[in-house]
Structure formats: structure tokens, C-alpha cells
């Protein structure tokens, strides 16, 4: 996102001054202090209906401010029309000058900076009615506490925190307070003024409710082929084949030979992993997906990139987090034999026992097979939702993929007591990464590793080069023989406090098992103020924060912009700014 200029500030702030202006000048003391002489146009009752209206314009104008901020070119629109309305309304139910002047002053701002407002509309997304409810009744609840607390002599009885939340909220519905007023303008404009924030408040939520956010599309047939080529033919990298999800869009370069796949969400673009394509034109997508994205006033961030391509982001001023290691095992030379590998060894030999290995197309897998992996999934997982964004495909086990193997433990009756399903990782060094480990809870101590050790051995006898594990979060907090700055290690400690929730350490005490290569990954980001915000987000897409119900409409399907080359457009949507 571009950084707010000298300039943006200066008109938001006076922009939120309009509103806050336009919002109380029913009250008699901001009344007599704007315009104490004027000769009215009109008599007392319709200049009382126009107080409400100005009123309800400052509430659009507080509104739309973030709009504004964002440099939204449809927010910048509706400040010129806003503006123009409450001039004639200050003129109407004075006339007022002070407020007349300050309107025609902003116009001629807003037209003097309209340069700074290029944004484009954000797709629809619940996360706007989100934002929305807590600042309607911040706004209204603090209307109210300004309003009664300057006509507090003329209250009867004295103000309270109860009476003025009480009058707040009945007011929206019409419904007087505990209070009486004695200010004839104010017994008159007050109420209905809530009235008014009421009915607009409700429109307001119907509106970014009902809009048509389930119709979002997913990715057309040929879209999806396009994506699909390029995994085929460049996604060497073994998060490659995960950009394939049903819940990414895609952003495909002006010469089509390079995509960024991604997931809107929350005013922000989620990058999943690093850029496919032609090494030539992997400069070019990223360049044109950040112009595309600075268009939008988005937020960005990359997830789970390689660490050896940061200069590439460094270069381009974006910033980097190191977020943990990627376990490879090689699976030629793998091996069970050695002292650093004993204890694998007797999982290995513990659960053989009792279960053989078969390692599987997943094609080549039984509908009735098929029914008992998902069983175990299902008993495995309990109530905790599928996790995985960046590095899970999140789905069940189909049968349909014939480029998916499948590591199963069978026991004597052909039932099976754990898998590993693995998707391709293509390049010169074709290999698979591990996409779903799921265990019988029942199963004996061991399994996982008996699955992981046999795969990695049947790999090898189909001469396949790497199998990637599971992703170790801040592999290097644990590893003794690294040398930690005061900061890594206060971010250390927070670390072994969440371990017990998410398994941190966990994943990277299973993983060192194998003895793997570490492929370190990091969160690329803009500037330090976003970093919080993605990795909120981060972590809700990888399904460790979790809205019940509503959590699935949060993100539309795909974004669709009309015109844009060889990208996958946006969804048509009205949104605030």
C-alpha cells in the first residue's frame, strides 16, 4: 500500500471534522456558536427535519473517512456528493456560513488532491459488516454522551453512563429515554436524529449482508488449465502443487508464462508461497501483481516463500520474517541403518509387527479403502477444523487423482491404521510433498513414523529424489547449535508458551527424526504495521484461528477485474469505499 502523503492526512482529518461538525450541530450550543445571526430561509419545522439530515450526513462522512484513507476513488466520489449535499442543506435550515464555507472549502480540496484517490473497489467480504457493527456503535454511543452531555443543565434527570447507553439504543428504535429535555430545538431534533441513525444503520447492515457474495465464481476451466500448466511445467518448488486449491485466485503475468496465486481476504492479498513461472518472467508477474495490488490500496503479504529468493522482495522494498524450516528428506540416500537413526528404526520394526506397508496411486485405491482413510481423518481431526493454505490441499482423500501416492499401514484384515497422502513436486528432481498424515488414534506408538520411513524407502525404489515432511514453525529457536539474538530468544520462549496448542516443537522433534535438509521459509510483508494484521490473517487461513459458520464466507471464491491480461478478474461489489 502507498504511504499516506502530507496531503491525504491533511484532508481525511478535515474530512472527519466535517462529520463530526455535521453530526452535532443540532445541539443548541455548537447552533448558536457556528451562525448566532441569520435570516432563515424556511420556517422552524423544516429546518428541524434538516438538522436530523445533517446529522446523518456527518454519520455518512465519519464513515466513509477509512474510505478516504484508503484512497478509495469511489469514497472520494461520494465525499464530492456528500459535501455538496450538506452546503445545501446548511443553507436551507440557516442559512449557516460557517459550515457553507467549510463544505465549499473541502470540495475544492477534494478536487485539488483527487490524484491521491486511485484506488479501486475491494471485492465483497462479510469482514466490511464486520468492521462495520463495532464503529456504528461506537459512533452512535459517543454521539449521544457528546449531545447529552453539552445540554447536561437542561437535563432532568442528571446524566449517567446507564442513562446515556439506555438512550442511545432506544432512541434507534424510537423509544424514548430516562431523560427530558428542556431545549425545545433539541427535544425536537435529538431524538428523531437517532431515529434517523437508526433507520440508517439498519440499511446499512441489510446492505452489506444481502449483497451477492456467495456468487463469486470459482476459477473457469481454462483459467484453471492455465494454472495448471504452469505447476506442471515450472512448480519445481514442493508447495507448487497447493496453489491449486479451489480457494485461490490467480494472477497471471502479460506474458502468461508466470502466475502469483493468492486469496483475498479482509483488504488484504495472501500470497500463497512464491511466484510460478518462467524464470524470466517471475520479475515480471511480481511486479505487475504489486502495481495491481497498490491500485487497490491492498495490504500484501507473501506466506511461506523460499528464504534463498529474499533479495528478490528485499529489492522491491517489501520486508522478511523468518517463519520456520521445510523438512526434505532425499530419498536416495535414505537409510534406517545407523546409530543417529535407531530410534526411528525401532518404531519401524514395533509397528511391522502388526501392519505391512503399501504404498499406493491413490487411483489405485478401493472405494471401500477410500471410505476407511476418510474414517480415520474424520476420528483423527475430532472437532478441530482441516488445517493447511499454503502447504495442504485440506480435502479428502477422492480416489479420482492419479498424480496423488498414498503410504497406507494395513493390518491383517486389510484395514488400515494410518496414511500419508502426498502430491507431486515436478522439476529435474521430481519428488512429493506430504499433503495429509493421519493416524487410528488407537493405532500403536510409532505409526507415523513406520509410514514416513517406508514411503521414503518405496520413493527411493521408484528412483524419486525428494519427499518433503512437515513444515517445522521457528525451526531455529530449537536447534541448540544456532546462536539466538535476545530478541529470537524472548520470541522463543512465546514460542514453547504456544507449543502445547499448536505443536510447535512437536512438528520439529518428529521431523529431525529423518535427519532431513531444512529449507528455511519466511512471511514477507510491507511495512512493520501490517505484519500483525497478516499474520492474523495467516493464521486464519491455515485454520488455527476459526470462525464458527461464518468463518467460510469471509472469502470470496476468486477476485475478477475486467480487462486486466491474463488475469483471473474480480467480483463485481458494492462496497463502502
Same mark, same amino acid.
Given at each position: ?379 483423527? /481431526?475430532?472437532?478441530?477444523? !482441516?488445517? %493447511?493454505?499454503?502447504? *495442504?490441499?485440506? $480435502? ?5 487423482? &492419479?498424480? @496423488? ?115 528455511? /521459509?519466511?512471511?514477507?510483508? !510491507?511495512? %512493520?504495521?501490517?505484519? *500483525?494484521?497478516? $499474520? ?5 487461513? &491455515?485454520? @488455527? ?33
Amino acid at each position: 500500500m502507498v504511504k499516506a502523503t502530507a496531503r491525504l492526512r491533511l484532508i481525511v482529518a478535515l474530512a472527519l471534522l466535517g462529520g463530526v461538525v455535521s453530526l452535532l450541530n443540532l445541539l443548541p450550543f455548537i447552533h448558536r456558536s457556528v451562525d448566532p445571526l441569520q435570516d432563515p430561509f424556511l420556517p422552524m419545522a423544516s429546518r428541524r427535519v434538516l438538522h436530523v439530515v445533517s446529522a446523518l450526513l456527518g454519520f455518512a462522512l465519519l464513515y466513509l473517512g477509512y474510505g478516504l484513507w484508503r484512497r478509495k476513488h469511489r469514497a472520494w466520489q461520494l465525499a464530492l456528493v456528500l459535501y455538496s449535499f450538506t452546503i445545501v442543506v446548511h443553507l436551507l435550515k440557516g442559512p449557516h456560513w460557517i459550515p457553507i464555507a467549510y463544505g465549499v472549502m473541502m470540495l475544492v480540496l477534494l478536487v485539488w488532491a483527487k490524484d491521491e484517490f486511485f484506488a479501486k473497489p475491494d471485492p465483497a467480504s462479510l469482514f466490511t459488516l464486520l468492521w462495520f457493527i463495532p464503529t456504528y456503535v461506537v459512533v452512535v454511543v459517543a454521539y449521544t454522551a457528546v449531545a447529552l452531555g453539552f445540554e447536561r443543565d437542561k437535563i432532568e434527570p442528571s446524566l449517567s453512563l446507564w442513562g446515556v447507553i439506555q438512550t442511545a439504543f432506544l432512541g434507534l428504535v424510537g423509544i424514548d429515554g430516562p431523560y427530558t429535555y428542556q431545549s425545545r430545538l433539541f427535544a425536537d431534533t435529538f431524538p428523531a436524529s437517532l431515529v434517523g441513525l437508526g433507520i440508517a444503520g439498519v440499511a446499512i447492515f441489510l446492505l452489506l449482508l444481502l449483497r451477492p457474495i456467495m456468487e463469486t465464481p470459482e476459477p473457469s476451466k481454462g483459467e484453471w488449465e492455465h494454472a495448471n500448466r504452469l505447476v506442471h511445467q515450472y512448480g519445481w518448488d514442493t508447495l507448487a502443487y497447493f496453489t491449486l486449491r479451489p480457494d485461490k485466485s490467480y494472477f497471471f503475468g502479460s506474458d502468461g508464462e508466470a502466475m502469483i496465486s493468492y486469496t483475498y481476504l479482509a483488504r488484504t492479498a495472501l500470497v500463497s508461497a512464491d511466484p510460478i513461472g518462467a524464470p524470466s518472467s517471475i520479475p515480471v508477474v511480481l511486479d505487475e501483481f504489486l502495481e495491481f495490488c497498490q491500485e487497490r490500496a491492498w495490504t500484501i503479504g507473501f506466506l511461506s516463500v523460499r528464504e534463498a529468493d529474499k533479495e528478490m522482495y528485499t529489492e522491491r522494498g517489501l520486508h522478511t520474517l523468518y517463519l520456520g524450516d521445510e523438512a526434505i528428506i532425499h530419498c536416495d540416500t535414505f537409510t534406517l541403518t545407523g546409530k543417529k537413526m535407531k530410534g526411528v528404526r525401532q518404531a519401524v520394526n514395533r509397528v511391522a509387527k502388526s501392519y505391512r506397508f503399501s504404498l499406493m496411486n491413490e487411483t489405485e485405491a478401493s472405494p471401500e479403502l477410500v471410505g476407511k482413510l476418510n474414517a480415520i481423518s474424520e476420528k483423527w /481431526r475430532g472437532k478441530n477444523p !482441516e488445517r %493447511g493454505f499454503t502447504m *495442504a490441499l485440506s $480435502g479428502d482423500v477422492t480416489g479420482d487423482n &492419479e498424480e @496423488f501416492i498414498l503410504g497406507v499401514a494395513l493390518d491383517e484384515n486389510d484395514d488400515p491404521g494410518g496414511f500419508l497422502r502426498f502430491v507431486p513436486a515436478y522439476g529435474d528432481d521430481f519428488g512429493y510433498t506430504m499433503d495429509l498424515m493421519r493416524h487410528d488414534p488407537d493405532a500403536p506408538n510409532g505409526m507415523t513414523e513406520f509410514l514416513t520411513a517406508n514411503t521414503a524407502s518405496a520413493l527411493h525404489e521408484r528412483d524419486v529424489v525428494r519427499m518433503s515432511l512437515n513444515f517445522a514453525a521457528w525451526r531455529r529457536f530449537w536447534d541448540e547449535a544456532v546462536d539466538l539474538s535476545r530478541g529470537e530468544r524472548i520470541a522463543k520462549w512465546f514460542a514453547g508458551k504456544l507449543n502445547p496448542f499448536f505443536q510447535i516443537r512437536s512438528l520439529y522433534d518428529f521431523n529431525k527424526k529423518f535427519l532431513p535438509e531444512w529449507l528455511p /521459509r519466511m512471511i514477507v510483508y !510491507e511495512e %512493520g504495521t501490517s505484519l *500483525a494484521r497478516v $499474520g492474523i490473517l495467516y493464521q486464519g487461513l &491455515e485454520g @488455527f484461528l476459526n470462525i464458527p459458520v461464518l468463518g467460510k464466507y469471509f472469502v470470496p471464491r476468486m477476485v475478477r477485474q475486467e480487462g486486466q491480461a491474463g488475469f483471473v478478474g474480480m467480483a463485481a461489489a458494492v462496497d463502502r469505499s
